[in-house]
């Protein structure tokens, strides 16, 4: 089992930055695939980004490519989302979820993920 938390969000003006952390409690962080997710008010749960175990592997949903960029450091236990450009549509609850998994793949479904941290809130004022 692995607990996640969540970290970094904030309020950031339209066109800045922010890079949210994910860490991992347990030893075995690098035989998870990870993910980030988001939740505006609203609206469902959406996919941003996943990485597989090893960070051979990533993906992003079309709506960040090029803005956001998902990474992981098994050394630290911790995954990160960098993000860039932001719209005042990127503001939601943003989650990061892991998958018990050792392959090069990758995940989009929320329904794939084992566990949930408790989400991080991000705000981009326009």
């Known amino acids: 089992q692995v607990q996640l938390v969540e970290s970094g969000g904030g309020l950031v003006q339209a066109g800045g930055s922010l890079r949210l952390s994910c860490a991992a409690s347990g030893r075995t962080f690098s035989r998870y695939a990870m993910g980030w997710f988001r939740q505006a008010p609203g609206k469902e749960r959406e996919f941003v980004a996943s990485i597989n175990w090893s960070g051979g592997s990533a993906y992003v949903a079309d709506s960040v490519k090029g803005r956001f960029t998902i990474s992981r450091d098994n050394t630290k236990n911790t995954v990160y989302l960098q993000m860039s450009s932001l719209k005042p549509e990127d503001t939601a609850v943003y989650y990061c979820?892991?998958?018990?998994?050792?392959?090069?793949?990758?995940?989009?479904?929320?329904?794939?993920?084992?566990?949930w941290g408790q989400g991080t809130q991000v705000t981009v004022s326009s």
């Open positions: 979820a892991a998958r018990l998994e050792i392959s090069s793949n990758y995940y989009t479904g929320s329904h794939e993920y084992h566990y």
